[in-house]
């Protein structure tokens, strides 16, 4: 179980990677509106409630990585975030410092698919 530190952490760490990745996305989309529309959008809101609004389907590798980064944000939420989603054992802090949307352990992702966006 992670300690109310490093949750903020992580939390902290992750919504950087969103905003940071929101940003690159919305330079990529022409519509002013969709720019908008995704600029305003709260990562807390998406992971509080999956119906909130979809992301932008017109850059599907950035729409990719804003999903992995909320369902990232759910796992923490519900308390399951850092646990391996096919073998329930813990993910190494050196897989989730590097990538904090990973949702898979090294033995059941060794390549880099620990980055999926599974929904659990």
Not at 65 to 75: G, Q
Not at 78 to 107: D, K
């Amino acid at each position: 179980m992670m300690t109310p530190e490093q949750t903020r952490r992580v939390r902290r760490s992750l919504l950087d990677r969103w905003q940071s990745a929101r940003e690159r996305t919305a330079a990529e989309l022409p519509d002013e509106r969709e720019q908008s529309r995704l600029r305003k959008t709260s990562p807390d809101h998406l992971a509080a409630d999956p119906r909130a609004g979809a992301l932008p389907a017109s850059c599907p590798d950035h729409a990719r990585e804003l999903e992995s980064i909320v369902h990232a944000l759910r796992r923490l939420r519900s308390g399951v975030y850092g646990r391996c989603i096919v073998c329930n054992e813990r993910i190494s802090a050196e897989r989730l410092e590097a990538s904090p949307e990973a949702v898979a352990c090294e033995r059941c992702a060794p390549d880099d698919t620990a980055r999926a966006s599974v929904r659990a």
